[in-house]
């Protein structure tokens, strides 16, 4: 059935949708522009209200490495579609380097975190990390290197653990005058390590 699934991506494929389709995916590749937009949030000045989006996020981020590719990859070992059924296409090459287990999806898992963890502080940002999230998520099916159920399940726990950056950093901030103001942008980080 999920093979099915990913063959009907496959039948999609055409000279417009999959550069579109393989440089989206590529924004997800070790989660390199959430990780970049993290550090933005975090340390370049402009965006300094936004810190607590960014730690947040890299909570979220960190959560995600640790779980889906540090300990649910090799526990599951589920082999690629593309390991299963030599058939589908290999676009751009893709297939070639990959050498990890599908489940979960990294990709989908760390777009997820970071959406959630922006979207629960600031909606107006939120949205297009969302949507960014979802198209990432897409792109895993229409190049056929997850499975639907990998994609679904990373969905799911990435959202959970951007809910939880969001959760901790509240804490963070509750627990903490200095930290609040740090993260909401009033104070500079040194003011974190000053004594009172």
């Excluded at 989660?31 to 209200?49: D, E, N, Q, S, T």
């Excluded at 649910?72 to 090459?93: Q, V």
């Excluded at 990709?107 to 979802?134: E, M, N, Q, Y």
């Excluded at 990432?136 to 969905?155: E, K």
Aim: hydrophobic share 50%; proline share 5%.
């Amino acid at each position: 059935m999920e093979l099915q699934i990913l063959h009907w991506f496959e039948s999609l494929h055409n000279p417009v949708t999959d550069p579109v389709m393989y440089a989206i995916t590529c924004l997800g590749n070790a989660g390199i522009f959430w990780i970049l937009l993290c550090a933005a949030f975090l340390f370049i000045p402009v965006f300094k209200k936004d810190r607590k989006l960014g730690l947040s996020m890299a909570i979220g981020l960190i959560l995600s490495l640790i779980m889906c590719n540090g300990i649910m990859k090799n526990l599951s070992a589920r082999i690629r579609p593309f390991n299963a059924d030599p058939t589908f296409e290999n676009l751009y090459g893709i297939f070639n380097g990959i050498k990890d287990w599908s489940f979960p999806s990294g990709h989908t898992s760390a777009s997820f975190a970071a959406a959630l963890a922006i979207i629960l502080w600031d909606r107006k940002k939120g949205i297009p990390a969302v949507i960014l999230a979802a198209l990432i998520a897409v792109s895993r099916l229409y190049l056929t290197v997850h499975y639907p159920t990998d994609v679904l399940a990373s969905l799911l726990l990435g959202s959970l653990y951007g809910v939880i950056g969001y959760f901790f950093t509240k804490l963070i901030m509750k627990r903490s005058e200095k930290a609040r103001k740090v993260f909401s942008g009033e104070e500079p980080y040194k003011k974190l390590f000053a004594k009172a």
